[in-house]
Every structure is written in C-alpha cells, then in structure tokens.
C-alpha cells in the first residue's frame, strides 16, 4: 500500500470517535493532507453517538469534501491493523467519502439502512415497548441529549443535508499586520 504512492484514506476507531486522515505519500515523509474526528460533527448539530454506523459515515462525507476541495480525487482505504469486515463502521466512513465524489476501489460494503441508523430506530422501538426502564438506560446518552432514538434516521438526514449544504470552508490565514 505504501509502495504504491497513492493518496490513503487512514480510517482509525476508538470506543466512542473516528479519526480520518487523508495522507500523500512523500520521500520526505507522507503529508497529511486533510483530517477530521467525528466529534466534529457537534458543528453540524449531529446529537447521537460519535462512534456508531452514522456517525462514521457523516465523518467519511466530511473528510471526502475537505479531500475534493483540497484537489483529491481518488483514494486508496487504510484501515491498519484493525480486522477488515464486510458491514462494520470503518467501510461506512468510505461509503461516506465516496459519497463526497473520491473514487475510491471498494465495493458497496455497508447497507444503507445501517448507515441511517434504521436498525437503532428498530431495536430502540421494541426495547420502549418490552422494558422502558432498560431503554432509558441504554439510550441515555441520546435521551441527555433531546434525542429520541426512534428519531435517529430523521436526525442523520438533517445533519447529511446540513453538511452538504454549507460544504467546507477554507480556513482563513490570519494577516500579519506590518507597522
């Protein structure tokens, strides 16, 4: 993969966040040419979870939008050490920036309804309707966060529209003053 001199999008996961990178590679030592966390999604208005199936793909859409407006068009997934499986959280986050519009080689790995969040929607129904007081614990950190479960779909799709509507903006280089 390093040998091959291709634009990388380095996908890491910890319990509760992603970190996405999109690295060049150089003689002098491979640049980092765009980044992101999921905990940057908090700017979009995202309230669930920053280590699910959504929020993964919402932080692949952010960083393949920095990736194009930076001139990358094409990307080869890095996922280190981590286990590859067809399904899991770190193909959403490709799913995300191939979305963005980076050619990407790799296939559709991550239903859709996964990726909006349809299976929490599904589970978080039932367990309401079987054992309120389990629900409230296990949803409490959405419920802390006026988030209903059942509502996460909805919420994924105004943060997706949101993100694609204000784009990236390029940060702004502070001027030097000269007295």
């Known amino acids: 993969m390093l040998r091959s001199g291709e634009t990388r999008l380095v996908i890491r996961r910890a319990l509760n966040n992603f970190?996405?990178?999109?690295?060049?590679?150089?003689?002098?030592?491979?640049?980092?040419?765009?980044?992101?966390t999921?905990?940057?999604?908090?700017?979009?208005?995202?309230?669930g979870?920053?280590?699910?199936?959504?929020?993964?793909?919402l932080t692949g859409l952010l960083i393949g939008m920095k990736a194009k407006a930076k001139g990358v068009t094409s990307a080869i997934v890095d996922i280190g050490v981590q286990t590859s499986i067809k399904g899991t959280s770190l193909y959403a986050v490709a799913a995300g920036a191939?979305?963005?519009?980076?050619?990407?080689?790799?296939?559709?790995?991550?239903?859709?309804?996964r990726i909006e969040g349809k299976h929490i929607v599904?589970?978080?129904?039932?367990?309401?309707?079987?054992?309120?007081?389990?629900?409230?614990k296990q949803f409490s950190s959405y419920l802390k966060n006026n988030l209903e479960p059942e509502k996460i779909t909805e919420h994924f799709n105004e943060v997706k529209a949101k993100i694609l509507k204000e784009g990236v903006k390029p940060k702004?280089?502070?001027?030097?003053?000269?007295?």
């Open 19 to 36: 970190r996405v990178q999109i690295i060049q590679f150089s003689l002098e030592g491979d640049k980092v040419i765009a980044e992101d």
């Open 38 to 47: 999921s905990r940057s999604l908090k700017k979009y208005g995202w309230l």
């Open 49 to 57: 979870h920053c280590g699910n199936t959504s929020a993964a793909y």
């Open 98 to 113: 191939k979305d963005a519009g980076l050619k990407i080689p790799v296939g559709d790995m991550v239903d859709k309804n």
């Open 122 to 136: 599904a589970f978080a129904t039932t367990l309401k309707k079987d054992d309120a007081a389990k629900y409230k």
């Open 172 to 179: 702004e280089e502070k001027l030097k003053q000269v007295n």
